[in-house]
């Protein structure tokens, strides 16, 4: 970082006002509690910002969390997934979703080739399509009664 013409000057100038203020020379010493104060509530104010930040950030991974438990996500072909699951608290880990996502990903290729996808875009489900027909031909029952639910009211 590059340093204007003056702030040797101006750490100089610092440098002599802790001396004197460590020698006890009073305006020196009325200088430093007071740059003192103020490192502290620039302190306590970022220390404040942080925490607000975390207690921000916790009630929105818990909110994420709920929705999960839920059995509601963002990513569509996450959602065709926990669709397909009876509980999504037993889903510790991403690795059944990325198993299921490999199989699906099979079977799409064998019954669309790439070559035939190539050549005939017109009714051909994109990968998207499928893994959402595919979940809704597979729904648990949490999501049958939950739709259930929705249409009846």
């Not at 999504?88 to 290729?109: D, L, M, Q």
């Amino acid at each position: 970082m590059p340093l204007d013409a003056d702030a040797a000057f101006r750490y100089e100038r610092f440098a002599r006002r802790i001396v004197a203020a460590q020698y006890g020379e009073p305006e020196s010493m009325i200088w430093a509690y007071e740059w003192l104060e103020e490192l502290i509530t620039s302190a306590r104010a970022m220390m404040l910002a942080e925490v607000q930040r975390r207690q921000q950030d916790a009630a929105t991974a818990e909110k994420q969390r709920q929705e999960y438990l839920a059995g509601r996500v963002g990513n569509a072909y996450y959602q065709a997934f926990l669709d397909t699951v009876e509980d999504p608290s037993t889903v510790s880990s991403n690795i059944a979703y990325f198993a299921w996502h490999a199989e699906r990903s099979r079977e799409y290729e064998r019954l669309h080739p790439k070559a035939l996808r190539e050549k005939q875009t017109d009714f051909q489900p994109s990968f998207g399509q499928y893994l959402r027909q595919f979940a809704d031909s597979h729904l648990s029952e949490r999501v049958k009664q939950e739709r259930a639910g929705n249409t009846s009211s």
